[in-house]
Structure formats: structure tokens, C-alpha cells
């Protein structure tokens, strides 16, 4: 069957770096996506990965090896606001949008 | 842009009663994918369109559940009749042929 693991929960203090793991088994692979989720509201796009390496956005992050079929999720210079759910996604269908969610990782930034 | 609409924000209804999601998606989008989200489950696609054409509707969990795209700016998802294992909350999303995905606001559905 498909497959996308993520650790349930991560805590981290403000001003840290944090690393979200990605573990997927799929029928195919076209891609890696990041999706941020706060309580109550809508997923909201982070990050795209086709290719093998590293990926940045500001204070984010996300690192794809398609050998080892894992990416990951880098936030640095935690905020309290990056407390939030984090879910990775794959595509898994040539010519499609086609994305397999994974279970999402529930991140806490303590003071 | 005003992005993905989605309406009713809430909808509470009894066992056995019909239930209409509504989504309107961002302009000029060609991609419309509804999903259902559960603590126990997760997000789920149920359903997407390509140019209002449904392309995917392996997720769709039975026969009580309907979905259509009458045109470019307007889609719906219908369960008939309802069952207290549908509570979710139903986001809408859409894109424009990219990976990118813009999602609603969402809908709380409660079916008591």
C-alpha cells in the first residue's frame, strides 16, 4: 500500500531549528510537498521538492533524496507563530495533481 | 484575489438528512480537489476536476456521496443521506496546474 510517515509531534524553544522527517512508500514519485496547518484553518502550501537536494524558502527548508524515498522539513529561528501542524504530501501519478497527504507532524515552539 | 471560498463554514444536521458543501475556486484555477479531514484519517482527497471534469473520484467513500463541477467557478459536494461517521471537516482546494494548492477555509460538518 501507499505510505507517508511522519513523526506525531515535535517540540522545540524559540529561536531553534527544527528538522521534520518524511518517510514515504508509494507506487510512483513525482514530488514532495509541504503543507502548514494551524489549529482551526486551512493548509497552506510551504514547499515543492522533484529533484534530489535542498530546497529554501527564508526560514524554511526542505530537503528531498528520492534513493532513500524520505525528504524533510527545516524551519530555523523558531517563532511561537511556526506552532502549527506540519503534513508532507506525494505525488504519485505522472500528469496529475494528484497528492497522498501524510499523517501530519504537530509542532510546539515554547517560550 | 479573494481565494478558495467555501460555504457554510458550519453545517450541524441530523442522521439521514441531505447535506450540500459548496466551493468556489480562485479564478482562472483549471484544478478543483475536495478532501475530508479526521483525526483518525487525516486528509483524504475524495474527489478532483480538471477543467470541471472529474478526473479521480477513487476516494469517494460510498454511493451517498456526489460531487459536481457545473462550471469553472463552482463545485459542489452532495452526501445523501448523511451518517454520523461523516463528521469531518471538508476543505475545497484549487490550483492552476501546478503543485502549489490553495485551500478553503473548510467546512465543520456535525451529523448527529
Known amino acids: 500500500g501507499q505510505s507517508l510517515e511522519q513523526p506525531s509531534e515535535v517540540t522545540a524553544v524559540e529561536g531553534a531549528i527544527v528538522q521534520i522527517n518524511c518517510t514515504y512508500q508509494t507506487s510512483g514519485f513525482y514530488g514532495l510537498s509541504w503543507y502548514q496547518q494551524h489549529d482551526g484553518g486551512a493548509p497552506t502550501f510551504l514547499s515543492y521538492n522533484a529533484l534530489d537536494g535542498l530546497e529554501e524558502t527564508g526560514r524554511f527548508s526542505s530537503f528531498l533524496s528520492r534513493s532513500d524515498s524520505y525528504g524533510y522539513l527545516l524551519l530555523q529561528e523558531l517563532q511561537m507563530k511556526d506552532s502549527a501542524s506540519y503534513f508532507c504530501?506525494?505525488?504519485?501519478?505522472?500528469?496529475?495533481?494528484?497528492?497522498?497527504f501524510g499523517t501530519g507532524t504537530r509542532l510546539k515552539v515554547l517560550a | 484575489d479573494a481565494g478558495v471560498i467555501q460555504s457554510p463554514r458550519h453545517e450541524v444536521t441530523e442522521m439521514g438528512q441531505e447535506v450540500t458543501l459548496r466551493c468556489k475556486p480562485i479564478?482562472?484555477?483549471?484544478?478543483l480537489f475536495w478532501y475530508r479531514q479526521t483525526m483518525m484519517r487525516g486528509l483524504e482527497l475524495l474527489i478532483y476536476f480538471n477543467n470541471n471534469v472529474p478526473i479521480d473520484d477513487s476516494g469517494m467513500p460510498e454511493d451517498r456521496f456526489s460531487a459536481k463541477m457545473p462550471n469553472a467557478s463552482f463545485s459542489t459536494l452532495k452526501i445523501q443521506p448523511s451518517e454520523p461517521r461523516d463528521s469531518a471537516v471538508y476543505f475545497c482546494?484549487?490550483?492552476?496546474?501546478?503543485?502549489?494548492?490553495?485551500f478553503g477555509p473548510g467546512t465543520r460538518l456535525t451529523v448527529l
Open positions: 479564478s482562472g484555477h483549471d484544478y
Open positions: 482546494a484549487s490550483s492552476y496546474g501546478r503543485d502549489e494548492q490553495f
Open positions: 504530501a506525494v505525488r504519485d501519478e505522472p500528469g496529475t495533481y494528484k497528492y497522498i
